[in-house]
């Protein structure tokens, strides 16, 4: 395992092999933590459109895109850790908050939506169609799972890395 | 290694609720469209829609349809194939819920007709061509008369019918109907009253042979 080292020549005391380790549990944790809300937005994304059959507009197809492949991600970066994984699952993050972002402005009408003939099929991305607790939106939800996996990743970054 | 096995708690965990929350959502539906359709039940077969076999037969089955709808087109032989099995028991009423785009102009002609006796006909008719008249993203409802040929419709009468406020207050109210009872999908299935739960030509079956042993 690659555990970053935080001696730099001569043999580590027992003091910096302590920290590293405890470093390694801490980014354990917060890995775990990012995959599980991955997992809890990939479960709850799948509920709405195939069991409550609200059809995904072509926004939230694109958070998909962003959100479903850090589950997979995540989790091969749990096993073994691996803080690389930082390096790969950010993008993704930072690009899949911009689209939540962008969709939460054109649900709020900040950002008005082009008109476009109806087709077969076609859902709007501006039309409100669940909100839980009467003000938690899906646009909403997302920002929040995205934010929280960015702020958690910087965290490992900050804490875990020399 | 304990952490694989939180890992895997997590999962079970995760899935556990998914699946859970997803059966105590989908029989909250199925309660719910049984309400709605008790709430119906007296305007379910009305006397102008087009009906076959028995008109005295117990049983009813109530189909909204859309002529430009595929599934509904594959499910038309199937009905009749039932109505078959039940000779006498189980009468079919047609209803109609033109969701896609064009589909309101082959509604009104299938209602226009209904009144020179040539529903079936042209209803099958609109099936056969459904592929030239009803390309998504492009439907050409109007070219449906040059698929018609077989029809022996007179064509007046019909574009004048189509016009006339008997068709289009039918139409209007099995639109009506169908928008209240938050149909969105066809084709939808009553049997004497009863919600098709699970979509499926089988399941259709089973409903409309407990239906039935019940009424005979």
């Not at chain 1, 709850?44 to 998909?64: A, D, T």
């Not at chain 1, 091969?76 to 689209?99: E, K, S, T």
């Not at chain 2, 709808?69 to 078959?84: G, R």
């Not at chain 2, 169908?178 to 919600?195: A, C, D, E, L």
Request: aromatic share 12%; glycine share 6%; with cysteine.
């Amino acid at each position: 395992m690659n555990e970053p080292s935080t001696a730099i020549g001569g043999s580590p005391s027992d003091s910096t092999i302590e920290q590293a380790a405890e470093k390694v549990q801490l980014g354990w944790v917060l890995v775990f933590a990012c995959w599980l809300i991955a997992t809890v937005a990939l479960l709850g994304s799948l509920f709405f459109s195939e069991i409550m059959n609200l059809q995904p507009c072509v926004l939230c197809w694109y958070q998909r895109i962003f959100m479903y492949p850090l589950v997979v991600i995540f989790l091969f970066g749990l096993f073994p850790l691996d803080l690389g994984v930082i390096r790969y699952a950010l993008p993704l993050a930072v690009i899949g908050w911009g689209f939540a972002v962008f969709h939460y402005l054109v649900y709020t009408g900040y950002i008005p939506e082009s008109i476009q003939p109806c087709t077969q099929g076609g859902v709007s991305c501006s039309e409100i169609n669940l909100e839980l607790l009467g003000f938690m939106t899906i646009p909403m939800m997302s920002i929040l799972s995205f934010s929280a996996i960015i702020v958690l990743l910087i965290v490992v970054r900050k804490r875990c890395f020399q | 290694m304990k952490k694989s096995y939180i890992v895997v708690i997590a999962t079970i965990l995760l899935v556990g609720v998914f699946v859970g929350a997803a059966v105590v959502y989908q029989q909250q539906q199925v309660s719910e469209s049984k309400a709605i359709s008790s709430q119906f039940a007296a305007r379910l077969a009305p006397e102008y829609a087009a009906t076959m076999g028995d008109p005295n037969a117990r049983v009813t089955i109530v189909e909204f349809f859309d002529p430009a709808c595929e599934t509904c087109k594959v499910f038309h032989p199937l009905v009749k194939q039932i109505l078959n099995e039940y000779p006498g028991q189980v009468r079919l009423v047609m209803r109609y819920a033109p969701l896609h785009t064009g589909s309101d102009y082959v509604v009104s002609l299938l209602e226009a007709a209904k009144q020179q006796g040539k529903f079936w006909e042209t209803l099958e008719a609109a099936y056969d061509s459904q592929s030239k008249w009803a390309a998504h993203g492009n439907p050409q409802p109007k070219r449906l008369w040059m698929l018609l040929e077989d029809v022996n419709l007179d064509w007046k009468k019909a574009q004048d019918a189509m016009q006339s406020p008997a068709v289009l207050e039918n139409v209007r109210r099995d639109i009506a109907d169908h928008r209240q009872m938050g149909i969105s999908k066809t084709p939808t299935f009553f049997v004497n009253g009863k919600p098709l739960v699970q979509f499926g030509y089988e399941p259709l079956r089973s409903l409309v042979e407990a239906q039935v042993r019940e009424a005979y």
